[in-house]
């Protein structure tokens, strides 16, 4: 849709930790270090904390604080702090570890996508025109440069002619398929397929990464949750009327309100596990809530090691391309998932949380401690938390797996950049749509500054 994930996500800004920009930069990216990002993502911003050291005011990306909170989130957060894991009030200042309620991009409970932002006052200008309802199939290739994209609409093929550059931005799972429906990309992905390769690029669909996301629910009593009000008319009715009225309540919040970030063993350098923490539960994405109060206290490994991968199932644009995140692959992955569970436990054993009785719905009392155990129940409760970047990774000319250069300029093809999530070598340390968006700020100034 239009504004893309930013149109349906979770509305939390996070820009993650300065030390991944500066491990970005570390890889021999010049010009992607925290220092250099930091004026992208100031310039970004229309910020509700005012202009600062870390925040810029008068830019399309509307920044407020949450027009809610919970008794039992906020107790959640105080066990947080007895647990030695400090209070934070803002999660965008370089370090994000501590314990706080997540900005949003919303403007007066509403969500700011950045369609509204962006894309908006835009639409008038002569040199812009959004098409809706078509799918692209593929780039065209004239000479080793990427002249324009093919697409169709309502059954009818087109084509979208460059005078200067090509710009791919659908995402980390659809920028990979667009360039191998083109030719470009692994052979061993492209031949079963039957189409023909134009360029090699081994990297075009791996270095998938994304946060998985270990959903514990832990029932609790004496305490409000979401969970009550949903199974309730009269509550829903007073949800819907506090929203019309005042632009508050229920349905003004993101869909996780708490966060925490924390090392999960004393061995990390810095914050590893994120926490979206929620009043409410359900068994899966899409079904009703619990009818019972409680809460869900989901942890993710921020930097994951495993490596996924996105590839063609088809040569027909319209099949959905085959999604390998192959979590929970390596070793550190399966280990830092044991402990986020037990970190989870430790939590939740609180003295601030023990009024409200939390008894462990997931993975359960009857999941032991082992590693093995643990690992496993990771597994089992373990669902994305829709962060996929890398798929298109930015790197050096001589790295093999790169696929476009610090300029976001296509190794090997001219005439074309990518910008979007997939371009990320390694994912941030949170949330992923404010990096996103920092991204596309940054590609644009390059493609104004490069002169096409």
């Avoid at 979770?10 to 300065?18: K, P, V």
């Avoid at 830019?59 to 919970?70: F, N």
């Avoid at 309730?232 to 869909?255: E, F, Q």
């Amino acid at each position: 849709m239009i504004g893309g994930s930013s149109a349906i996500n979770a509305m939390i800004s996070m820009r993650g930790q300065a030390a991944d920009y500066d491990h970005w930069r570390q890889l021999g990216l010049s010009g992607w270090g925290y220092g250099d990002v930091l004026p992208c993502f100031k310039r970004l911003e229309d910020h509700f904390l005012g202009e600062s050291q870390h925040h810029g005011v008068g830019g399309g990306w509307r920044i407020e604080a949450p027009r809610l909170s919970w008794a039992v989130l906020d107790a959640v957060r105080d066990a947080a702090v007895e647990m030695g894991v400090p209070r934070i009030d803002d999660f965008n200042t370089g370090d994000n570890e501590g314990v706080g309620y997540f900005h949003v991009n919303q403007k007066r409970g509403r969500r700011w996508s950045s369609a509204r932002g962006f894309l908006e006052p835009a639409l008038n200008r002569p040199n812009l025109a959004l098409e809706t309802g078509v799918l692209v199939e593929k780039l065209i290739i004239e000479g080793g440069r990427a002249v324009g994209v093919r697409y169709t609409r309502g059954g009818q093929a087109m084509e979208a002619r460059a005078q200067a550059s090509v710009v791919l931005c659908a995402g980390a799972v659809g920028s990979p398929q667009i360039l191998q429906l083109s030719g470009i990309g692994p052979g061993e992905f492209l031949a079963p397929q039957g189409i023909e390769v134009i360029l090699e690029r081994p990297g075009v669909g791996r270095n998938l990464q994304d946060h998985l996301q270990q959903r514990a629910i832990y029932k609790v009593s004496g305490v409000k949750t979401l969970n009550e009000t949903y199974h309730s008319l009269l509550g829903r009715g007073l949800m819907g009327l506090d929203y019309l009225i005042r632009r508050r309540g229920p349905l003004t919040m993101a869909p996780s309100q708490l966060g925490l970030f924390t090392k999960s063993d004393p061995g990390r350098e810095r914050a590893n596990i994120q926490f979206h923490v929620q009043p409410l539960s359900l068994d899966k994405f899409g079904d009703p809530l619990h009818p019972f109060p409680a809460i869900t206290v989901s942890a993710c490994n921020l930097r994951p090691t495993s490596r996924g991968e996105i590839r063609l199932r088809s040569a027909d644009p319209t099949a959905a391309p085959v999604i390998a995140p192959h979590y929970l692959t390596t070793d550190d992955d399966r280990r830092v998932a044991a402990d986020a569970i037990r970190v989870t436990r430790r939590l939740m054993t609180q003295p601030a949380l023990a009024r409200f009785h939390p008894g462990e719905y997931l993975p359960g009392p009857g999941v032991g401690d082992g590693d093995a155990a643990l690992a496993k129940a990771a597994g089992d409760i373990g669902t994305t938390i829709f962060h996929p970047v890398g798929t298109a990774k930015m790197g050096r000319p001589e790295d093999p797996q790169a696929v476009v250069d610090e300029r976001l300029s296509f190794i090997g093809l001219d005439g074309l950049r990518v910008i979007d999530a997939s371009i990320m070598p390694t994912i941030t340390s949170g949330n992923t749509n404010t990096p996103t968006a920092m991204i596309a700020e940054k590609g644009a100034a390059m493609l104004l500054e490069d002169g096409r």
